[in-house]
């Protein structure tokens, strides 16, 4: 009797285990099909934050997810000789996947999710070399600093990707103005949330679900040493604005943790009628591009009107895949994103051209970056180019500062945070998180050991990446 019920329970626990195992292994494999290149923390995190929307907006996965689930699970524990080398076939497919990622040509494919699993495992030491934190002193004549994150803005949307120069406007500030090359994409630092980390602190995005993040989380990196902190500690006044949800994907902790003094997202300027519900688009997921400028007008003018340095961050978002979004005033010629990215470079060359015009502009420096490369999910990703490298849009126009048009290094995401730093005139923070100023020529870390190795160590545990966490 007790032999029995012992039976049928540790059949139970088998069955639950096995059905764990083929669910983790379809839906990876699943999500490395439909958005190839995607890391294992993008997905973590937005399991941690999901919420009615995925349902609604990717129902065939879902579909899909549950369908080779049970068909899988049905196999292998009723004709194990079928099921059993299916299921190690796929574990082995998915572990040595390269997937053709959206941001690199060929030498430097991503990881696949199973192997992100299993450097997930190890451990390594890369963040015991965190750079000390600097001491901000501000130079005489501080200069205040504006920076656009442009939602998917890629060089690449001019005539050798498209046929046509998607981005004329921009393409002429660049030529102006003074751009960096040798981008490479990295785990942890290629999706919004995560470029805006590695920008900010110099380290990628790093979590896994026993982390206990989420929702009810009050604290986001709170042991992180980010830019917004040391300009706040030197006394400058912050502001972070963005035409989504604040809570997106938690957003607002990160941002209220380091030491914004205005936070504004979607909800925010309706509620103060920067915008209207004329504004919305993306299906409700946030306010246009336009609606976010004129409020970044208007508070331009206050800053300016405090005689205190200002840091003010924007974030984008009508170019968002997978279709992007296309203003009324804006003119539709394809019927896909490329109309989105073309009624883009307009409005922001209108905005960046008003700063420029300003009283302010001539103690400022604007940066424009582009927060990631466009994701496999866009409707214009076959279009995009195939036989050359692709890069972020970036952009710096810093009056009275002599700078070279062109700034050709191997950099990553986290190497933005302390060239931002430098861009305002504070020498001892050349170095931040692991990000390494790209105005200096000590060597960043992708030029030190390379991308792809750069890369793993980051995915693996840390006892100091656990310590920025606050665990």
């Known amino acids: 009797m007790i032999r029995t019920l012992c039976l049928k329970i540790l059949r139970i626990l088998a069955g639950i285990l096995i059905l764990g195992v083929i669910f983790a292994i379809v839906t990876l494999g699943i999500i490395e099909i439909h958005f190839p290149g995607t890391s294992l923390n993008q997905i973590i995190f937005h399991a941690i934050y999901l919420d009615s929307s995925f349902l609604a907006t990717y129902p065939r996965l879902i579909f899909l997810v549950l369908a080779f689930t049970t068909v899988l699970t049905y196999l292998t524990l009723k004709k194990p000789y079928l099921g059993i080398p299916l299921l190690a076939v ?8 390269q997937p053709v990622h959206v941001s690199e040509i060929k030498e430097d494919k991503p990881i696949s999710l199973l ?23 501000l130079p005489q004549h501080s200069k205040n600093l504006i920076l656009i994150f442009a939602e998917s803005m890629e060089k690449n949307y001019t005539d050798s990707s498209f046929g046509v120069n998607l981005i004329p406007h921009l393409s002429s500030l660049a030529a102006q103005n003074t751009t960096i090359a040798g981008y490479r994409s990295i785990n942890g630092t290629n999706w919004t949330l995560a470029s805006q980390v590695a920008t900010f602190c110099g380290v990628p995005l790093r979590v896994q679900l026993r982390d206990k993040l989420g929702p009810k989380t009050q604290h986001f990196l709170p042991n992180a040493i980010c830019v917004p902190d040391l300009l706040s500690q030197a006394g400058y006044y912050t502001v972070f604005a963005g035409g989504t949800y604040l809570s997106f994907v938690g957003t607002d902790v990160f941002v209220r943790e380091h030491h914004f003094n205005e936070l504004w997202g979607r909800d925010e300027l309706i509620a103060q009628h920067f915008a209207t519900q004329n504004d919305i688009g993306l299906e409700e997921f ?75 502009f001539k103690d400022t ?7 990631h490369l466009m994701m496999t999910s866009s409707d214009i990703h076959e279009l995009l180019g195939k036989n050359t490298r692709r890069e972020p849009y970036n952009l710096i126009i810093a009056p009275g500062i002599p700078l070279p048009k062109h700034i050709d290094r191997l950099y990553s995401q ?16 050349h170095k931040l998180g692991l990000g390494t ?29 656990k310590h920025l966490l606050g665990l």
């Open 90 to 97: 796929a574990a082995w497919v998915l572990f040595t996947y």
């Open 115 to 137: 192997r992100q699993l299993w450097l997930s495992t190890q451990t390594t030491s890369i963040y015991r070399h965190l750079a000390p934190t600097p001491t901000i002193t």
């Open 286 to 360: 946030g306010v246009n591009d336009s609606a976010l400028f004129q409020f970044a007008k208007q508070k331009l003018q206050e800053l300016a009107a405090r005689k205190q340095p200002f840091f003010i961050s924007l974030t984008t978002l009508d170019t968002h895949f997978p279709h992007g979004y296309v203003q009324s005033s804006c003119n539709k010629t394809y019927n896909d994103t490329r109309d989105a990215i073309k009624c883009s470079d307009k409005i922001l060359h209108d905005f960046i051209t008003w700063c420029q015009e300003q009283p302010f």
């Open 365 to 371: 420096v604007l940066v424009v970056m582009g927060d």
């Open 414 to 429: 986290m190497d933005w945070a302390p060239t931002l730093l430098d861009l305002l005139g504070l020498p001892s923070a």
């Open 437 to 465: 100023s790209l105005l200096r020529e000590d060597k960043t870390w992708v030029e030190q050991v390379g991308p792809d190795a750069f890369e793993q160590e980051l995915i693996k545990n840390s006892p100091q990446y």
